[in-house]
């Protein structure tokens, strides 16, 4: 059974535990001395953007969009061919990236619950040991942000009631043919990074790690959609809008909503994509995504180019990744929320001295990997515990003897998610060709098992075929992680954090409820859907997701 976590006395710690022996960890060592011939250690700068589907970094479907960035990336550096998120959704998925650990140790369930906000990163270890940091834009990994419409639907996603809680998905188009700025607030941040190399990292005579974190290529909020407005309107200029090539994009496939797996068509149902939409409709929204991601791909080229123009780009190690991808409509769904290819497969490049050019990498890699990579970047000694590895092996290369005192990377990587738009707590194991997903306990919902190698749009569903198959990965998934006690633990939690929001409410309840994301379907039967609740509440049953049911 692998570590979960560092230990005392034989048993977990909790996460401040955690927090606290990584600060011991980093904060009793210094950074392993240098060889004879070893070179400085590296900056390093890390761009992080929001919802950018990893495919489009060297599958043909990047043929769709013009990328000159990431395309330089790949010439002049590593394209990893699966890397995954943690969880496939923002706060969980960064909580994963910044603290090393996979969400059931960190117990970031869901947008609302992150890590606390003096949890030791890797950024504050690097700092400890002589770097320069900064950072500017998204961030996105403490508790207590996002809105009250995304918690409690996180928290009632057991409710048996199904309520639209997004706006229809949509796109718009505004400017004209020559205005590059759309998403002025993340280049807006992107200017601040360059200007902070060419004024203040150049100067710097000690090594120094820069963050940067677009909230591109997230949707746009549509404001008809109710409180705090959900975001399903994919924005974009003629000018980015020019760079997709129309005749590239594939239009998914899509199942019967009768023949949808009872878990997919509930997301379906609350991102509020059950209903028609023609070809021309689902080829624009996903024309306007690609065109978002070449806006956040220009950015991604003013970093690099303010590297090489101050002369640092030979002696930084630049990565570029995402938090997690974005649907633009396969499987009948927009957003993220799935472990679908579109969701959970991200972006990872990375280019630098002593790193090899133009190499792509098979192995499966995931977001808890940057945390102890940053530390190996550094040389400081990376904690046994965390649940990532350090990608600086693969990046150079090295036998798997001499990658990690730990043993071997394993051949898997997990992804789980516990938030709003599933009715129920979801983990994936991939390796090899298999993608296993399981939900709740593991038996009251039917698993999904996909061959990515003869089927990668992921429509058939292998599970009932190949059964053995099934129990040798659920073995492993079981493993790394007590599924069904995680799932017990985010159902108590949901039920507990709802009943102390409700009696902070107090008379107010009902009104606010009522206006949420959800009030266009919710005030059609207001009573229906508190009893509803009202039952759940009452109710002791086990969770699982429960189906179609309205």
């Given at each position: 059974?692998?570590?979960?976590?560092?230990?005392?006395?034989?048993?977990?710690?909790?996460?401040?535990?955690?927090?606290?022996?990584?600060?011991?960890?980093?904060?009793?060592?210094?950074?392993?001395?240098?060889?004879?011939?070893?070179?400085?250690?590296?900056?390093?700068?890390?761009?992080?953007?929001?919802?950018?589907?990893?495919?489009?970094?060297?599958?043909?479907?990047?043929?769709?969009?013009?990328?000159?960035?990431?395309?330089?990336?790949?010439?002049?550096?590593?394209?990893?061919?699966?890397?995954?998120?943690?969880?496939?959704?923002?706060?969980?998925?960064?909580?994963?990236?910044?603290?090393?650990?996979?969400?059931?140790?960190?117990?970031?369930?869901?947008?609302?619950?992150?890590?606390?906000?003096?949890?030791?990163?890797?950024?504050?270890?690097?700092?400890?040991?002589?770097?320069?940091?900064?950072?500017?834009?998204?961030?996105?990994?403490?508790?207590?942000?996002?809105?009250?419409?995304?918690?409690?639907?996180?928290?009632?996603?057991?409710?048996?009631?199904?309520?639209?809680?997004?706006?229809?998905?949509?796109?718009?188009?505004?400017?004209?043919?020559?205005?590059?700025?759309?998403?002025?607030?993340?280049?807006?941040?992107?200017?601040?990074?360059?200007?902070?190399?060419?004024?203040?990292?150049?100067?710097?005579?000690?090594?120094?790690?820069?963050?940067?974190?677009?909230?591109?290529?997230?949707?746009?909020?549509?404001?008809?959609?109710?409180?705090?407005?959900?975001?399903?309107?994919?924005?974009?200029?003629?000018?980015?809008l020019e760079k997709v090539n129309y005749e590239a994009i594939k239009i998914p496939k899509w199942s019967s909503l009768s023949e949808m797996h009872p878990v997919d068509y509930y997301s379906s149902y609350t991102k509020n994509c059950t209903g028609e939409f023609t070809k021309e409709e689902v080829r624009n929204i996903r024309a306007f995504y690609y065109a978002m991601c070449a806006e956040t791909d220009a950015m991604l080229g003013e970093i690099i180019s303010a590297l090489r123009d101050t002369g640092l780009l030979g002696k930084t190690i630049v990565?570029?990744?995402?938090?997690?991808?974005?649907?633009?409509?396969?499987?009948?769904?927009?957003?993220?929320?799935?472990?679908?290819?579109?969701?959970?497969?991200?972006?990872?490049l990375v280019m630098g001295p002593d790193l090899r050019e133009q190499q792509q990498i098979p192995n499966v890699v995931s977001l808890v990997d940057i945390y102890p990579t940053m530390l190996d970047i550094a040389r400081i000694p990376v904690p046994q515990n965390l649940s990532g590895y350090s990608l600086i092996p693969l990046l150079r290369e090295k036998p798997e003897s001499e990658a990690s005192p730990r043993g071997p990377r394993p051949s898997w990587v997990l992804s789980e998610f516990h938030g709003c738009n599933v009715n129920s707590s979801v983990?994936?194991?991939?390796?090899?060709?298999?993608?296993?997903?399981?939900?709740?306990?593991?038996?009251?919902?039917?698993?999904?098992?996909?061959?990515?190698?003869?089927?990668?749009?992921?429509?058939?569903?292998?599970?009932?075929?190949?059964?053995?198959?099934?129990?040798?990965?659920?073995?492993?998934?079981?493993?790394?992680?007590?599924?069904?006690?995680?799932?017990?633990?985010?159902?108590?939690?949901?039920?507990?954090?709802?009943?102390?929001?409700?009696?902070?409410?107090?008379?107010?309840?009902?009104?606010?409820?009522?206006?949420?994301?959800?009030?266009?379907?919710?005030?059609?039967?207001?009573?229906?859907?508190?009893?509803?609740?009202?039952?759940?509440?009452?109710?002791?049953?086990?969770?699982?997701?429960?189906?179609?049911?309205?």
């Amino acid at each position: 059974m692998r570590d979960c976590g560092p230990l005392r006395d034989g048993r977990p710690l909790g996460l401040a535990g955690v927090a606290l022996f990584l600060m011991a960890a980093g904060a009793g060592a210094r950074p392993r001395p240098g060889l004879p011939g070893d070179h400085p250690r590296s900056n390093v700068v890390l761009v992080a953007c929001d919802s950018l589907d990893g495919r489009l970094t060297f599958l043909p479907g990047n043929q769709t969009v013009d990328l000159p960035s990431i395309n330089f990336m790949k010439r002049h550096g590593t394209v990893f061919l699966n890397a995954y998120t943690n969880s496939p959704i923002c706060c969980p998925s960064r909580a994963a990236m910044w603290s090393g650990l996979f969400t059931h140790i960190t117990e970031s369930w869901n947008n609302f619950k992150g890590l606390d906000p003096d949890y030791v990163t890797w950024m504050d270890l690097m700092e400890k040991h002589g770097y320069h940091t900064q950072k500017f834009g998204k961030l996105d990994f403490v508790s207590g942000h996002h809105s009250v419409s995304n918690r409690v639907e996180a928290w009632t996603r057991d409710v048996k009631f199904l309520l639209r809680q997004e706006g229809r998905p949509m796109v718009k188009l505004t400017g004209h043919r020559k205005q590059v700025r759309v998403m002025e607030k993340d280049w807006q941040n992107t200017d601040k990074a360059v200007n902070w190399i060419k004024e203040e990292a150049v100067n710097f005579t000690q090594p120094f790690v820069l963050y940067l974190g677009l909230n591109l290529p997230h949707p746009y909020p549509s404001p008809y959609a109710g409180e705090n407005f959900g975001s399903s309107t994919f924005l974009t200029s003629p000018y980015w809008l020019e760079k997709v090539n129309y005749e590239a994009i594939k239009i998914p496939k899509w199942s019967s909503l009768s023949e949808m797996h009872p878990v997919d068509y509930y997301s379906s149902y609350t991102k509020n994509c059950t209903g028609e939409f023609t070809k021309e409709e689902v080829r624009n929204i996903r024309a306007f995504y690609y065109a978002m991601c070449a806006e956040t791909d220009a950015m991604l080229g003013e970093i690099i180019s303010a590297l090489r123009d101050t002369g640092l780009l030979g002696k930084t190690i630049v990565i570029f990744t995402a938090d997690h991808g974005e649907l633009a409509m396969e499987h009948r769904q927009f957003y993220k929320m799935s472990m679908y290819e579109g969701s959970s497969h991200v972006p990872l490049l990375v280019m630098g001295p002593d790193l090899r050019e133009q190499q792509q990498i098979p192995n499966v890699v995931s977001l808890v990997d940057i945390y102890p990579t940053m530390l190996d970047i550094a040389r400081i000694p990376v904690p046994q515990n965390l649940s990532g590895y350090s990608l600086i092996p693969l990046l150079r290369e090295k036998p798997e003897s001499e990658a990690s005192p730990r043993g071997p990377r394993p051949s898997w990587v997990l992804s789980e998610f516990h938030g709003c738009n599933v009715n129920s707590s979801v983990y994936m194991l991939r390796t090899g060709k298999w993608k296993y997903i399981t939900y709740s306990d593991g038996s009251s919902v039917l698993p999904q098992l996909f061959d990515l190698a003869a089927d990668p749009d992921e429509l058939t569903n292998l599970a009932l075929k190949f059964p053995v198959t099934v129990h040798s990965l659920d073995k492993i998934l079981r493993s790394i992680v007590n599924y069904p006690k995680v799932s017990s633990s985010v159902h108590e939690y949901n039920k507990q954090q709802f009943i102390s929001w409700k009696q902070s409410l107090g008379q107010n309840y009902s009104n606010v409820i009522a206006n949420l994301r959800w009030h266009q379907d919710w005030l059609k039967d207001q009573k229906k859907y508190e009893n509803a609740i009202d039952s759940w509440l009452d109710c002791p049953e086990k969770p699982s997701a429960w189906g179609q049911a309205s």
